[in-house]
């Protein structure tokens, strides 16, 4: 099993930064790539931006370009999402995922296979 545990949001005013951090603890070397997935209230679960756990590419939605940025410290199991010039849109709920293979689709939640518990980043104007 793989143990994701995600920190850092909080409150933050629009055009400000926050810094998400997911711990994956476990059978961390069964995992391929680890996904961000965000969910607002009364919205779908959305993708948000992925890095593979070895070569290091990323991926981002078009949401997420030029704004935030997906790394990890493999030495750590960390995998960070530095997000700036937030915007009250991206109010949601952030999740850390693990895929256990290369998702043929990066964006579909349905090829992860460990989740975190999330945590709230609410961003205010």
């Known amino acids: 099993q793989l143990q994701l545990v995600e920190s850092g949001g909080g409150l933050v005013q629009a055009v400000g930064s926050l810094r998400l951090s997911c711990v994956a603890s476990?059978?961390?070397?069964?995992?391929?790539?680890i996904g961000w997935f965000r969910q607002a209230p009364g919205k779908e679960r959305e993708f948000v931006a992925v890095?593979?756990?070895?070569?290091?590419?990323?991926y981002y939605a078009d949401s997420a370009k030029g704004r935030f940025t997906i790394s990890r410290d493999n030495a750590k199991n960390t995998v960070s999402l530095q997000m700036n010039s937030l915007k009250p849109e991206d109010t949601a709920v952030y999740y850390c995922?693990?895929?256990?293979?290369?998702?043929?689709?990066?964006?579909?939640?349905?090829?992860?296979?460990?989740w975190g518990q999330g945590t709230q980043v609410t961003v205010y104007s």
């Open positions: 995922a693990a895929a256990r293979r290369t998702p043929p689709l990066l964006k579909s939640s349905l090829y992860y296979d460990y």
């Open positions: 476990g059978r961390t070397f069964s995992s391929s790539a």
């Open positions: 890095i593979y756990w070895s070569a290091g590419a990323t």
